[in-house]
């Protein structure tokens, strides 16, 4: 049985940094891409950032880049995300998702999601 769980989440204020971590078991971790997406109160779920399933390639959406970095370890099987320079626009549930692309479709696991609150 697929599990990610995310930890880290909490409240920090505007400038602070936080780590959210995603650790995952009941799959082939290194065999699935890896994404944080985030979802706001009554905003659809983006994307935040992606790290390919060696952790050779990232991409990160326009609100994180220059402060956010996604890693991976898969020795672990855990994923990272630290989030520097926070603003209250960064207020949110951080949700891990693994994805994987077969030729019968788009194999997508996600975690349970990490409240993350940025505010003075």
């Known amino acids: 049985q697929v599990h990610l769980v995310e930890s880290g989440g909490g409240l920090v204020q505007p400038g602070g940094s936080l780590t959210l971590s995603c650790s995952g078991s009941?799959?082939?971790?290194?065999?699935?891409?890896m994404n944080w997406f985030r979802q706001a109160p009554g905003k659809e779920r983006e994307l935040v950032a992606g790290?390919?399933?060696?952790?050779?390639?990232?991409v990160y959406g326009d609100s994180a880049k220059g402060r956010f970095t996604i890693a991976r370890d898969n020795d672990k099987n855990t994923l990272a995300l630290k989030m520097n320079s926070l603003k209250p626009d960064d207020t949110a549930v951080y949700f891990c998702?693994?994805?994987?692309?077969?030729?019968?479709?788009?194999?997508?696991?996600w975690g349970q999601g990490t409240q993350v609150t940025v505010t003075s």
């Open positions: 009941g799959f082939i971790f290194s065999d699935y891409g």
């Open positions: 998702n693994a994805k994987m692309a077969k030729d019968s479709g788009i194999l997508s696991y």
């Open positions: 790290i390919s399933r060696g952790g050779h390639t990232t």
